[in-house]
């Protein structure tokens, strides 16, 4: 974002950014996030590991969190 200020876009006006996996970071700057479900994601390798799921059936969800910057 400040890269963005420096070169004179405004944000989210000019140009929109959207951060990855709704950290800390994202929450307290108001970036609009992709937030992961995590558990699911281990839970699912961890399956997959013990041959317990097909790979080509898995689905996970995710949500879009928007904030300042879009």
Known sequence: MLQARQSGKNVPRSV????????GVAKTLGITTVSLPLEQIGKTAFDLSQLEKDPAK?????????????
């Open 16 to 23: 929109g950014i959207i951060g990855f996996n709704n950290d």
């Open 58 to 70: 898995i689905k996970l969800k995710f949500r879009l969190i928007k904030r300042k910057t879009v």
